[in-house]
């Protein structure tokens, strides 16, 4: 499996800045690409994030797999330090993802929502899971600003449309277009503020 991503990021007409932060790190590994997405309004989250998976998360994928220990190391690493923000680790077929704040995270597969193990940390805004995904599944991570112009389902459609090439720089590429035509329409519906997505693509090699 490899994942293919794009990404919406615009400031928009009412703050000189755009308050969040995005990232994506992929890695290949000799059992896979690892890809890593992260949304925040905190750097601080993204860049500890980053640390976290190339210090802690690939070796622990390398030796164990996507196992509870992803999640007692990111959770001592990152979010107990800084907590605001939502992560989606993907490595073969199975997921790991993290959410607290105003982030949402959406992952549909043929058009469903996949099984998961939920854990919900007490007394703490914190959603984490892990799953198992297939070849045809995708994910979006987004900001709220974006619910208020444009479905998710409707952009997650429209860019699962857009057809598997030979060349992984060209999917990526027409993706992106895509993206970029989504911002387009959102900004002529009248959303002014910022707008912060990361869409994710599970296709067969």
């Not at 995904?133 to 998710?152: E, N, Q, V």
Request: one cysteine or more; charged letters at 30%; aromatic letters at 10%.
């Amino acid at each position: 499996m490899i994942y293919h991503y794009a990404y919406l990021w615009d400031k928009g007409n009412l703050s000189p800045h755009n308050r969040f932060v995005i990232a994506v790190e992929s890695v290949m590994t000799t059992n896979g690409q690892v890809l890593l997405a992260l949304l925040t309004e905190s750097e601080q989250f993204a860049r500890m994030a980053v640390s976290w998976l190339y210090e802690e998360g690939l070796p622990v994928l390398r030796e164990r797999g996507m196992c509870r220990q992803i999640r007692s190391t990111f959770l001592r690493n990152v979010s107990e330090e800084y907590p605001g923000g939502t992560a989606l680790l993907l490595y073969r077929k199975q997921f790991f993802s993290y959410s607290n704040g105003q982030l949402s995270l959406s992952i549909y597969q043929n058009g469903e929502s996949p099984k998961f193990t939920n854990y919900i940390e007490e007394n703490k805004f914190e959603e984490i899971k892990f799953g198992k995904i297939k070849a045809g599944a995708s994910a979006l991570l987004y900001s709220d600003s974006l619910l208020t112009r444009m479905d998710p389902e409707v952009i997650l459609r429209k860019l699962n449309s857009v057809k598997q090439t030979d060349s992984d720089l060209d999917l990526e590429e027409k993706l992106q277009k895509s993206m970029d035509e989504i911002m387009r329409r959102i900004r002529s519906r009248g959303e002014k503020e910022e707008i912060a997505a990361i869409f994710i693509r599970m296709d067969k090699k």
